[in-house]
C-alpha cells in the first residue's frame, strides 16, 4: 500500500511540473515581440530573416507547451482512474 501512495505521490508532483512547465514556456513565447514596420519603410531581406526567426521560436515554444499540456492533462487523467480503481478495489 505505501507503494501505491508512493506512485501516486509522483503522479501528483509530475501534473504540477507539466503544468509549470507549460506555463513557463507560453510566458517565454509571450515575451518575445517582434519589430513593428512602419509603412513607409522598406523591407530587406534581414528583415524578413528577423520576422521568420522570430515566428519559428515563437511556434516552437508554443509546440513545447502545447505538448507539456497535454502531458499534464494524461497524467491528471491518469490520476483521476488510478484513485477510482482504488476505491472500487478498497
Known amino acids: 500500500m505505501l507503494l501505491v501512495t508512493v506512485a501516486i505521490f509522483l503522479l501528483d508532483l509530475s501534473i504540477v511540473a507539466a503544468a509549470l512547465l507549460s506555463g513557463v514556456f507560453w510566458w ?11 509603412r513607409n519603410e522598406a523591407i530587406d531581406s534581414a ?8 515566428y519559428n521560436r ?8 502545447a505538448l507539456a499540456t497535454a502531458t499534464a492533462t494524461f497524467l491528471a487523467g491518469l490520476r483521476l482512474s488510478a484513485s477510482m480503481v482504488l476505491e472500487v478495489i478498497a
Open 28 to 38: 517565454q513565447a509571450s515575451r518575445r515581440k517582434m519589430r513593428r514596420i512602419c
Open 47 to 54: 528583415d524578413f530573416n528577423r520576422m521568420i526567426v522570430a
Open 58 to 65: 515563437t511556434q516552437i515554444l508554443n509546440a513545447r507547451a
